[in-house]
């Protein structure tokens, strides 16, 4: 199993452009989840899905859109971005519904100029 | 919002002490867990806690679950130079994870 895998890696956008993040998981995890990490701070969650079709804001949601057509991907949309949205992502998974013990992906750095 | 307090933000030891880290809530969590992370990747899952006073082990760590149900720490013994990293302590409820603002352990050889 490959885990929870994200892509890019590393990511330069202008501010006002909008970009996908993308994130999948091969472990068929009903949860998925979305946060950010900045520096010297915990992950913030952004958005979650407990299934397909089935997607929940988080603590942080604004300017993040999400769905979840299948099972394996979760989607991470930044619609217009901004400098407030310098950050690294990060993507995770667990089996059921629950979210409690989540797989996490290895992150993408995101800049916004 | 519910806030976890991490504590120390750092520390600095010497191979082969013991090391110990909490984490407490103003909020009551159904689980506590503690994750690890490494430069440039994504955190890794140490330990989960699902029950007021479990006490579990995974090796040289030891963590517990508060018996409040607002706290937890985590208890590393006899730490090895790859101890080193961020340790973050999180609270699970109905879908929700929050996460404290890390532990950031050096350890010296």
């Known amino acids: 199993n490959a885990g929870v895998t994200q892509t890019p890696k590393f990511q330069v956008l202008k501010t006002g452009q909008s970009m996908t993040l993308q994130c999948a998981q091969d472990?068929?995890?009903?949860?998925m989840s979305w946060y950010r990490q900045d520096p010297g701070m915990g992950l913030r969650l952004i958005h979650y899905?407990?299934?397909?079709?089935?997607?929940d804001q988080g603590e942080v949601p604004n300017g993040y859109n999400v769905s979840r057509s299948t099972t394996e991907d979760f989607p991470l949309r930044l619609l217009s971005a901004a400098p407030s949205q310098t950050s690294v992502y990060f993507c995770?998974?667990?089996?059921?519904?629950?979210?409690?013990?989540?797989?996490f992906g290895p992150g993408t750095r995101l800049t916004v100029l | 919002g519910q806030q976890l307090n991490q504590s120390p933000q750092s520390m600095f030891i010497q191979e082969g002490e013991d090391v110990s880290m909490n984490c407490t809530s103003s909020?009551?969590?159904?689980?506590w867990l503690w994750y690890k992370q490494d430069p440039g990747e994504g955190p890794v899952l140490l330990i989960a806690?699902?029950?007021?006073?479990e006490l579990t082990s995974n090796g040289r760590l030891t963590a517990q679950f508060g018996i409040t149900r607002k706290d937890s720490f985590l208890n590393i013994s006899a730490s090895i130079p790859s101890d080193v990293g961020i340790y973050f302590c999180?609270?699970?409820?109905?879908?929700?994870?929050?996460f404290g603002a890390g532990t950031r352990l050096t350890v010296k050889p």
């Open positions: 995770a998974s667990s089996y059921g519904t629950g979210g409690n013990e989540q797989f």
């Open positions: 999180a609270g699970h409820n109905n879908n929700d994870m929050r």
């Open positions: 899905s407990v299934g397909a079709g089935i997607t």
């Open positions: 806690l699902y029950k007021a006073g």
């Open positions: 472990m068929n995890h009903e949860y």
């Open positions: 909020s009551i969590f159904n689980t």
